[in-house]
Every structure is written in structure tokens, then in C-alpha cells.
Antibody
Framework: QVQLQQSGPGLVKPSETLSLTCSVS??????????WDWIRQSPGKGLEWIGS???????YDTPSLRGRVTISVDSSKNQFSLKVTSVTAADTAVYYC??????????????????????WGQGTLVTVSS | DIQMTQSPSSLAASVGDRVTITCRAS??????LNWVQQKPGKVPKVLIH???LLQSGVPSRFSGSGSGTDFTLTITSLQPEDFATYYC?????????FGGGTKVEI
């Protein structure tokens, strides 16, 4: 059973860089069927996907944060990280890391490739404040 | 970006009720639709993936249906532990997007 453990500061000053790490245990971060994602949730709001990195190192991110987000993997430590630069109060949120599994599934006799978040970190509340 | 619209945004129900939540995508997403449950202060967890496949360990009173742009999550015989917020999420293309959520209250 894979487990994701998040670490990083809960308080970041405006204009500085938010940095979080997600350590993966119980499975390899280099698995070919996995993506490693970051999702956030502003207080009292819904879920917002930030971005992900694949086993090949390819990264994907959301347009609203493009240019401010870096997602990286350290396979030697079996962990991946998120950096968000130039933070403002609008970046205050609970940040989650998650594993997204992508596999071929047969549904109603039709084969297709589907992916979903099957494991989540515990969440880290990051507050942007001076 | 693919926009996901859920309805209703909240509903009140009683234990034993049948509950239906709908989700509409702004373009066809085939069956690339997941349903996620989040209880207050807790980590989200997936209930259904690929529109209708029950995640391992999830009770059979949860079911999903739909394809293309219109999807439904049904909870037959609502249980006390089912009071939570439910999100649909499209996995068809990046950026991945979530619906606004449906809060199921007593």
C-alpha cells in the first residue's frame, strides 16, 4: 500500500517561494503507470489541480499558475516536490500531493485508458502572510 | 480548459434516502470522469473512476453512470458516514479540472 507523506513550511511570506516535498513509501516513484500530482484547496473552496510529473519527467501544469510552478522528482529519495514562486495571499491553501494511476480498463466491452487519484498525502496548510 | 459543472451545489437528505448528483462537462470527455468524496477536514478519496467503476473498498451503494458530457453519481440508501462534499473530476486532458462540489447535508 503506497503512502505519501508531505513536508514543508506552513507559513510563507508574500513574494517568497512556497516549497513542499512529498515522500513516497510502499512503491517506486519511477513506476510507468503513475503520475505524481499536486492539488490545492483554498479555505472553504473546492479542489484545484496545480500540476503533475510523469515517470519520464514530463511536467504538466495549470495555465493559471504557469510560470510560477515547478514540479520535480528525486528518484534517489523516492520523492517529488512543488515550488510556487512569488506567492500572494491568494496562494493560501491546503496543498495535497497525490499519486495518479493510469491504466487500460475495459468498460462495457470497450477498452480505454483512464487515470484517477488513488493515493493522497495528508495535506499541508500553507498560509501566505508577513 | 474543460469546465465541469455540478448540480446541485448542496442538498439536504435523510439517512436511507436515494441521492443523485449530476456533473456536466463543457466538451465530450468520453468516460474519463472520476467522483471524489471529501469529509470535513479530511483528505479527499476517489469513489468511482472511469465514470462507473467502483474503487476498491467503496460500498456498493455508490454508483456512477454517464459518458460524453453528462454524468451521474447515485447513492442508494444514504448512510450517516456519507454526509460529505462530492466532486466530479475530469481526467480526459490537462489541466485536470474539478466540479464545484456538492455538499450533502443532513
Amino acid at each position: 500500500q503506497v503512502q505519501l507523506q508531505q513536508s514543508g513550511p506552513g507559513l510563507v511570506k508574500p513574494s517568497e517561494t512556497l516549497s513542499l516535498t512529498c515522500s513516497v513509501s510502499g512503491g517506486s516513484i519511477t513506476g510507468r503507470t503513475f503520475y505524481w500530482d499536486w492539488i490545492r484547496q483554498s479555505p472553504g473552496k473546492g479542489l484545484e489541480w496545480i500540476g503533475s510529473i510523469s515517470y519520464t519527467g514530463t511536467t504538466y501544469d495549470t495555465p493559471s499558475l504557469r510560470g510560477r510552478v515547478t514540479i520535480s522528482v528525486d528518484s534517489s529519495k523516492n520523492q517529488f516536490s512543488l515550488k510556487v514562486t512569488s506567492v500572494t495571499a491568494a496562494d493560501t491553501a491546503v496543498y495535497y500531493c497525490a499519486r495518479r494511476t493510469e491504466i487500460v480498463v475495459v468498460v462495457d466491452a470497450t477498452q480505454g485508458t483512464y487515470n484517477w487519484f488513488d493515493s493522497w498525502g495528508q495535506g499541508t496548510l500553507v498560509t501566505v502572510s508577513s | 480548459d474543460i469546465q465541469m459543472t455540478q448540480s446541485p451545489s448542496s442538498l439536504a437528505a435523510s439517512v436511507g434516502d436515494r441521492v443523485t448528483i449530476t456533473c456536466r462537462a463543457s466538451q465530450s470527455i468520453s468516460r474519463s470522469l472520476n467522483w471524489v468524496q471529501q469529509k470535513p477536514g479530511k483528505v479527499p478519496k476517489v469513489l468511482i473512476h472511469a465514470a462507473s467503476l467502483l474503487q476498491s473498498g467503496v460500498p456498493s451503494r455508490f454508483s456512477g453512470s454517464g459518458s460524453g458530457t453528462d454524468f451521474t453519481l447515485t447513492i442508494t440508501s444514504l448512510q450517516p458516514e456519507d454526509f460529505a462534499t462530492y466532486y466530479c473530476q475530469q481526467s480526459y486532458s490537462t489541466p485536470l479540472t474539478f466540479g464545484g462540489g456538492t455538499k450533502v447535508e443532513i
